[in-house]
């Protein structure tokens, strides 16, 4: 389980937080089904999955346990950096597999 420091507090739940607890290890390929489905319900649908931040905002609120609407109410400092998890924790793995195959 991980930590993302807050740089504008807010409330989840009722609850005023500094803080959100993430686990990405956790994150199954039905994480990501959820994610797409959720947004589709909206009508989005992603393009380029690496580096959209609507799709990693849906799959943050996965690994977080937070409803999506929670998401849509943090700071734009604390959403970039949420969205930043998700991108790079993806872009990680195919940089590594891109290095194996050199």
């Given at each position: 389980m991980q930590?993302?420091?807050l740089s504008k507090a807010i409330n989840i739940n009722g609850e005023k937080?500094?803080?959100?607890?993430?686990?990405?290890?956790n994150l199954t390929g039905e994480s990501i089904e959820n994610a797409v489905k959720e947004m589709a319900k909206i009508g989005y649908v992603s393009t380029v999955q690496e580096v959209?931040?609507?799709?990693?905002?849906?799959?943050?609120a996965e690994a977080s346990?937070?409803?999506?609407?929670?998401?849509?109410?943090l700071g734009a400092k604390d959403y970039i950096k949420a969205t930043g998890i998700i991108r790079n924790f993806f872009l990680e793995d195919v940089e590594d597999?891109?290095?194996d195959n050199i």
């Open positions: 930590e993302l420091k937080t500094n803080s959100i607890q993430y686990d990405l290890d959209d931040s609507i799709l990693h905002a849906h799959i943050f346990g937070l409803d999506y609407q929670d998401m849509k109410r597999s891109h290095q």
